[in-house]
């Protein structure tokens, strides 16, 4: 099949997300002005750069007051945040802070997640994740939108520090199997990294 987005595609669901995965889920923590601690997932995340190592995700949300994300809106306005690995032990309580809820809950306490402290940011960390990168927010991008009630940004942020659990070091690598990185999909699908297999570049 061919279809144009403008246009419509005639399937019961929008297939885009499917095209375009498995996608890795940026399991972001901030704190607003106001020192309240938010933590959602976004599935549009992603590592785009190693000098320095830069990570970036984005969110819509209606153009209105209030209306953009609370973790963008706080990685702008703080210039901080926190990336954490969802895993496959972490699935529901990464799914619980998906929730839509009031600016002053704490998706921390809404998912029974313990946080730790960073060492170079204000943001906490999910202490039970095996990997956390304290990032400082280097630019925030408006981007076009097709809807008029929706406004889009893309926020892009440097790793100062990074975290890693000794348990899925081996060898002086990172294990992913052990990790067991959850991804997203299409639909209300996931998938998880339990196998990986290795290619020499030519």
């Not at 699935?91 to 946080?115: C, H, P, W, Y």
């Not at 348990?167 to 998938?191: E, F, H």
């Amino acid at each position: 099949m061919f279809y144009e987005p403008r246009l419509g595609h005639g399937l019961p669901h929008d297939p885009f997300k499917a095209c375009v995965a498995p996608r890795p889920i940026g399991w972001i923590s901030t704190i607003s002005r106001e020192g309240v601690v938010n933590l959602a997932p976004f599935s549009y995340f992603n590592a785009v750069l190693d000098f320095p190592p830069t990570v970036m995700f984005s969110a819509s949300g209606p153009h209105r007051e209030g209306g953009l994300k609370d973790t963008a809106r706080n990685a702008e306005e703080t210039g901080e945040f926190v990336y954490n690995l969802a895993t496959w032990d972490l699935r529901d309580q990464m799914n619980r802070t998906s929730e839509a809820v009031l600016r002053e809950i704490d998706e921390f306490d809404l998912a029974g997640l313990e946080k730790a402290p960073s060492r170079l940011v204000k943001p906490p960390r999910v202490a039970a994740s095996p990997v956390q990168l304290e990032c400082r927010t280097t630019k925030v991008l408006a981007l076009p939108t097709s809807r008029p009630d929706i406004e889009n940004r893309v926020v892009f942020g440097e790793v100062v520090g990074v975290h890693i659990a000794e348990s899925i070091l081996i060898n002086g690598q990172v294990d992913l199997t052990l990790a067991k990185p959850i991804a997203r999909c299409g639909y209300s699908d996931y998938a998880v990294v339990e196998r990986l297999f290795a290619l020499s570049r030519p």
